[in-house]
């Protein structure tokens, strides 16, 4: 029997998809109410105690700017701030997904859409709960997420060093390969800070259009721009004596690497359409899964930059050379996903536990992760038998086999595509003729 997570309110115009949905999310809500159109929500919003909106982004025939959905989403988040909402969307525009989500949105979901994601995606958001916002930043919960440090001599120095240089202010830079827990890590350096009182404000730099660069990291005033209807704190300011991660500085483009530096050193931020300083006390960590000093040398990267938030480099070793804690990390996934899909906890068999052991993880701990997910999922017995792990090494496929599936040769593509130009997102990205946040959305996808 499925969990149940409360009450849920659905806004679609398209009675198709409202009855797709309820019966989709029969099994794991208490009650399901929908509307066809927004124009009773601010009543409706307010009959019942709701833990979680979908909320469609278009509802007038003929226009698709998803402004009625962020319309929407502000009135909701006016009435109830806490409320998470999903915002649901037949046009995967990522600058239309950042802006939401930087309003207020939890999370943002794609028609057609999988129902495997759909009911993740709800419940995720309803579990962790909404991101917080710029005036309302307490402390977290839990500690559910707490670093797993493992057994080996690596992992082991990684932990006394981040022991010692925790409690200081100094500027971070935590490299490594994707997947290797890069945000986890700073997380636990925020948790052992004297700044976790607050909660840290992480900035995802590959997800930021170069048009929005400014507004999100350091706001604006009312009438900066068109849509600046209100004055706006950006992540600086909402990082104010907390930490700020700055995930993926290796995609920031050149030209405006530049102004992130001077809000660095002087550690003040100008708001867009402003000509007012405003001080900031933060604490900054950065990551990146890219060469930062290479790209230094190709004139990629400044090197004042690098200077600046290197104060102290930490390197997360991929999971293949820790092959001692693949076990222990897999048992701990089990005993999450167990939890949140309401099944009995299951146990990994011998044979299982060597499969895992000697595959090379080149998506590290977020393969082993959904790995581990996806087998909780279809698992019907007391163990996961070692023929449940369907697993194959990327490195393994020969770039000469034709694709099997439309995913597969996007992954092939996007996989060439980086080795030719050497990880440079901007040029692989004119290669394959997609925007850099689309790239940077499919390599996510696939755990490049």
């Given amino acids: 029997m499925n969990r149940k997570y409360g009450k849920i309110l659905i806004v679609d115009d398209n009675q198709g998809v409202l009855a797709a949905l309820q019966l989709l999310l029969k099994p ?3 009650t399901i109410k929908v509307l066809s159109s927004p124009v009773t929500l601010p009543s409706v919003i307010n009959e019942e105690k709701w833990q979680i909106i979908l909320l469609d982004m278009n509802f007038t025939a003929g226009i698709n700017t998803g402004n009625e959905g962020l319309y929407w989403l502000h009135e909701i988040k006016k009435a109830v701030p806490k409320l998470p909402v999903i915002l649901f969307t037949a046009y995967a525009d990522i600058d239309l997904a950042v802006r939401g989500m930087k309003e207020g949105a939890a999370d943002f979901i794609v028609k057609p859409w999988d129902n495997r994601k759909v009911i993740e995606t709800l419940i995720r958001a ?67 800070s004297h700044r976790h009182q607050h909660e840290m404000v992480c900035v995802d730099m590959g997800a930021i259009t170069e048009s929005l660069f400014e507004s999100e990291l350091f706001g604006h005033i009312k009438g900066a721009y068109t849509d600046a209807h209100a004055d706006r704190a950006g992540k600086f300011e909402s990082a104010d004596q907390s930490t700020l991660f700055l995930d993926e500085i290796g995609n ?17 931020i100008v708001r867009v359409g402003s000509n007012t300083p405003v001080p900031v006390n933060i604490r900054l960590i950065c990551a990146t899964n890219r060469n ?8 990629e990267f400044r090197e004042d930059l690098l200077y600046r938030i290197n104060t102290i480099h930490l390197e997360i070793p991929p999971l293949r050379q820790r092959p001692e804690d693949i076990v222990p990390l897999a048992e701990m996934f089990i005993t999450r996903f167990c ?9 990994l068999t011998e ?17 082993l992760e959904h790995t581990i997910e996806k087998a909780v999922i279809i698992c019907d017995d007391t163990c996961l038998p070692a023929e449940l792990f369907q697993l194959t090494s990327h490195q393994e496929k020969s770039p000469e086999m034709p694709a099997s599936t439309l995913e597969e040769m996007e992954f092939k593509m996007i996989r060439k595509a980086l080795d030719s130009c050497n990880g440079n997102l901007s040029a692989v990205a004119a290669q394959l003729g997609i925007s850099r946040q689309t790239l940077y959305n499919k390599m996510k996808k696939f755990g490049l």
């Avoid at 530049?258 to 660095?264: E, F, G, S, V």
């Avoid at 090379?360 to 701990?365: A, F, M, R, S, V």
Wanted: aromatic fraction near 6%.
């Fill in 351 to 367: 044979s299982a536990q060597a499969k895992l052991k000697q595959h090379p993880w080149y998506g590290n701990i977020r393969e």
């Fill in 126 to 192: 309803i579990e962790d709960g909404q991101p917080a916002n710029n005036t309302d930043r307490k402390k977290p919960k839990t500690e559910k997420d707490s670093m797993y440090w493992g057994e080996s001599p690596a992992m082991k120095h990684l932990q006394l060093l981040v022991q010692k240089v925790a409690a200081t202010d100094a500027n971070i830079l935590i490299t490594g390969e994707n997947g290797t827990g890069k945000e986890m890590l700073a997380r636990e350096i925020h948790r052992l």
């Fill in 292 to 299: 930062l000093q290479d790209m230094v040398q190709r004139n």
């Fill in 28 to 30: 794991y809500f208490d």
């Fill in 339 to 347: 939890k949140r899909y309401d099944k009995p906890l299951v146990s």
């Fill in 252 to 268: 920031l483009p050149y030209h405006l690497q530049a102004k992130l530096l001077t809000a660095i050193q002087r550690r003040s």
